[in-house]
Structure formats: structure tokens, C-alpha cells
């Protein structure tokens, strides 16, 4: 059985000069086991016992200033519910990947070494290990990143066991390769940690074609 509570709190971070907009879509698929989705689909597809599962989840999305509306890549804008300052401890907490040269400031990173000491999961996708990195978070543990970045990391960071995977799980600590790595990981994720929901969890994934590969890149 999962030791996740229910409801569940799940936070999204993201930095005001641009977070990956791609990069939090891990986070809708999570939202695929919330029981209103899950009873949509099973009534779609002629699997009725399944309508009564399912997750509910309270989303928080959260930048450092809390100000209302976060800029993302594409033209997105992502509606602020949460500041450094305000949100709540958290379960699950994902961050999606800002610019390469982004530096967490040390509010920040308290607030990331303060989020990581109570939630169940703490993920990272692309360039979202940059803040878990300068927080601290990865030190000593074995983590994944961007292909093209990982030998400069091996070099600036070698207190990390870095590691070319698509995505990369060290205890509570879940980090991806790029972009599209993100959703691979999230399908190891709601398979690994919601056993009592594999039967919710393979439905919704089916109904949505997403396409997995396993976390061994083939060359």
C-alpha cells in the first residue's frame, strides 16, 4: 500500500525568469489519477470498477515571490497560488527546469532544503536539478540531468553520482534527463509508488497513449 496521504499536496516550483513550460506537464499526468478523471475514463472505456479510485490531490504552484501570474517558455503564463514564504509542507514537490544559468537564491534554497525534509517525493525534470543542486539536495546521491550537460556537471559537481539515464531514482529523490524524459519518469512514478492504483494507473495511461520507454538510454 502507499504511505501517501489523501488528500495529497503536490507543488510545482518555478522560477520567474521562465520555467520549461513542457517541464510541468508531469504534473497533469499525476492529475490523471484524481477519482473525477479516473471515473470519466472508466466509464469511457467499460471498466466501471474502477470509477471508484483514485487520487485527491491539492495542487500548489509556487515561485519565489509569489506574484500572481509566472512566465513560462511558449508564451505560457501559470496563475500563482503560493510564495516561498506562504505554501504549506508539501508531499510531492517537482520542479520543472529553468534557464541553465539560473542560481537559486538562499531563500530559495532554504525553501527547497525545508520542502525536501518533509515530502514523500521530490522531483526534478531537465534543468530542475540546477536548484536541487545549488540547495544542496543532491549531494551525495545518484541523479540524471540533460545528456549534453552531464560531463560539465561531472566536472563542477562531482559530489553528485551523475548518471546517463532518462531518469534516475536516489530514495525520495527523482531527477530526468530532458524534456520529454519528464513524462517517462512521472509513468515510473505513479507505477512505483501507487501499487493499490496500478489497475487506475495502467487504464488512464493506456486511454492516453503515452509513450514510455524504459530509463536506459538505447545509444
Request: overall charge negative; aromatic content about 8%.
Amino acid at each position: 500500500m502507499s504511505s501517501y496521504p489523501n488528500p495529497l499536496k503536490v507543488g510545482v516550483f518555478l522560477v520567474e525568469s521562465g520555467t520549461q513550460f513542457l517541464d510541468v506537464v508531469p504534473i497533469d499526468m499525476l492529475g490523471m489519477l484524481h477519482p473525477g478523471y479516473v471515473r470519466v475514463v472508466a466509464g469511457s472505456v467499460g471498466q466501471p470498477s474502477l470509477a471508484g479510485k483514485g487520487l485527491d490531490i491539492e495542487h500548489y504552484f509556487i515561485n519565489e515571490t509569489g506574484e500572481s501570474l509566472n512566465q513560462m517558455t511558449g508564451g505560457f503564463k501559470i496563475e500563482i497560488t503560493h510564495s516561498i514564504t506562504t505554501c504549506p509542507p508539501l508531499d510531492i514537490l517537482l520542479i520543472g527546469g529553468p534557464p541553465p544559468d539560473y542560481r537559486p537564491s538562499p531563500a530559495t534554497q532554504q525553501f527547497l532544503q525545508k520542502q525536501y525534509q518533509h515530502v514523500q517525493a521530490f522531483l526534478t525534470v531537465c534543468t530542475g536539478c540546477i536548484p536541487a543542486l545549488f540547495s544542496g539536495i543532491l549531494d551525495g546521491k545518484t541523479a540524471t540531468a540533460p545528456r549534453g550537460m552531464i560531463p560539465m556537471l561531472k566536472k563542477e559537481a562531482p559530489h553528485v553520482k551523475w548518471v546517463e539515464k532518462r531518469w534516475a531514482r536516489d530514495g525520495k529523490v527523482w531527477t530526468s534527463g530532458a524534456i520529454a524524459n519528464g513524462q517517462e519518469m512521472m509513468v515510473a512514478f505513479m507505477r512505483e509508488e501507487f501499487p493499490e492504483l496500478r489497475e487506475a494507473t495502467e487504464m488512464v495511461l493506456k486511454f492516453s497513449d503515452v509513450a514510455v520507454r524504459g530509463a536506459e538510454y538505447e545509444s
